[in-house]
Each structure stands twice: as structure tokens, then as C-alpha cells.
């Protein structure tokens, strides 16, 4: 009996801002490594390259870009990491990734870019397994404490990032069949432990690894 090769699993956690995203990333991470998987949290935007810093330089409102060029800058930032994240998940490390392409699109077309303009550099990169959103409405975030200092963290921007993130979902299901991603939305408005049994239910079928090859978003 030759036993099935396993790779590790993709999983991309998106959400807006106040939703605790990063909190509960860690979390699945840990929690992960707890029951045995070789696991590794990652984060976009990554500011320690040369590219992530200009990203971070232009989110400090520190430096102005045109709209396009910021846009393509952090689709550069996940193209110089794809290689290592198919190199890992070949390797069996499964990926914990706080961002990915959704929220390149979801901020970028929220200032008026083309939807599908946006969606165009991040084609071919390396698809997630399951990509788990965090939704949380601009009021409870309000209550949250309100936003940061970022450029981004505003009422009216949050208000529209989150349609375009309704909208990717609805075009996310309506490719699951053909190409297997699977997008799930939480409802992050409640307390940590909820969202975090949440997340875990989603992110626990994978843990043992995936059989199929890696997929190519948005092919
Ligand atoms: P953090 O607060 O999570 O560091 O994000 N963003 C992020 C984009 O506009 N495009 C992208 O491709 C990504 C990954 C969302 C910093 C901000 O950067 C935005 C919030
Ligand atoms: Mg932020």
C-alpha cells in the first residue's frame, strides 16, 4: 500500500480592521503547533523587505504614490514570498497568513480602481486552501476603540472595503467547484473564544495535510 504524499495546508485569514485578525492568526498558529503541525505565521503586507518598507513608508502617510503603483507594490510584496510558500508547503510546513491578495483588491478597488484591474497582478500566485474572513461592522469596530493612525483606517474607507470583500466572496464560491477555494465568513463581532472555535472548525479538516497539488489564484 504506497501512501499518499501530503503538503501542508494554505490558510489565509482576512478580515477589516478591529476584527482581531492578527490576534486570532496567532492563535490558529499556536494552537496549530500545540497539536503537532509544523506550522508558520506570515503577514501581509511584509514590511521588512525593500519593497514591504516603501509600503509601510506610504501607509505612514510618510510618502504619496499614485493608486496603481502602491497597488502593484503590494501584489511585489506577495510575488517575492510565493516561491518560499510553495517551497514550505511542499516541504509539509503548513502557512497561517494574515492577508493576501483579497485585501490587495478589496483596498485598491475601494479608492476606484477596476475590480478586475486589481485582480490581474495576483494571478498565478499561490492559492490558499481556505481563506477565513472576519467580518466585523464599522460600528462594533467603533466600539472597539475606533481605528488607528493608518492611512486606510477610516469609517468611509472601512465601509467600502467591506462591499468589495462581500463581492470577492460571492466570485469565490462561484469558482469553488472548479477550482477547490474554499472562502468562509465569521462573524468577528463576538467574543475571542467564539470567533477563535470558529476559525479552528474551519482550519482542522486541513491539519493532517492536503493531498491535491497547489492551486493558482483566480485560475
Ligand atoms: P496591516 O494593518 O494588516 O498591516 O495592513 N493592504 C494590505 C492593501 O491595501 N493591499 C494589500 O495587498 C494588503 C496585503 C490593508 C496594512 C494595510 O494595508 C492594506 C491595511
Ligand atoms: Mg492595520
Redesign the pocket.
Known amino acids: 500500500m504506497s501512501e499518499v504524499k501530503r503538503r501542508g495546508a494554505f490558510i489565509v485569514v482576512e478580515g477589516l480592521?478591529r476584527s482581531g485578525?492578527?490576534t486570532q492568526c496567532a492563535a490558529l498558529h499556536e494552537r496549530l503547533v500545540e497539536s503537532g503541525v509544523v506550522a508558520q505565521l506570515i503577514?501581509?503586507?511584509d514590511?521588512t523587505t525593500v519593497i514591504g518598507q516603501m509600503?509601510d513608508s506610504y501607509?505612514k502617510s510618510q510618502s504619496d504614490m499614485d493608486d496603481h503603483l502602491?497597488?502593484l507594490l503590494?501584489?511585489a510584496?506577495?510575488w517575492e514570498l510565493a516561491s518560499s510558500i510553495e517551497r514550505q508547503l511542499r516541504e509539509g510546513t503548513s502557512i497561517v497568513c494574515?492577508?493576501?491578495?483579497f485585501?490587495?483588491i478589496a483596498?485598491?478597488a475601494s479608492k476606484g480602481l477596476s475590480y478586475a484591474w486589481c485582480r490581474s497582478p495576483d494571478i498565478d500566485l499561490p492559492a490558499p486552501d481556505v481563506t477565513i474572513f472576519l467580518d466585523i461592522s464599522p460600528e462594533k469596530a467603533k466600539e472597539r476603540g475606533g481605528y488607528g493612525e493608518?492611512r486606510?483606517e477610516k469609517e468611509e474607507m472601512q465601509k467600502k472595503v467591506r462591499q468589495v470583500f462581500r463581492r470577492i466572496e460571492v466570485e469565490m464560491q462561484s469558482q469553488r467547484l472548479q477550482s477547490g477555494n474554499q472562502w468562509v465568513t465569521i462573524d468577528a463581532g463576538r467574543d475571542r473564544e467564539s470567533v477563535s472555535a470558529d476559525v479552528w472548525r474551519h482550519a482542522q479538516p486541513l491539519i493532517t495535510g492536503v493531498e491535491h497539488p497547489i492551486r493558482r489564484l483566480w485560475t
Open positions: 480592521d485578525k492578527s503577514k501581509f503586507p514590511r509600503i501607509l502602491i497597488h503590494f501584489s510584496n506577495r494574515d492577508r493576501y491578495a485585501s490587495g483596498f485598491s493608518e486606510y
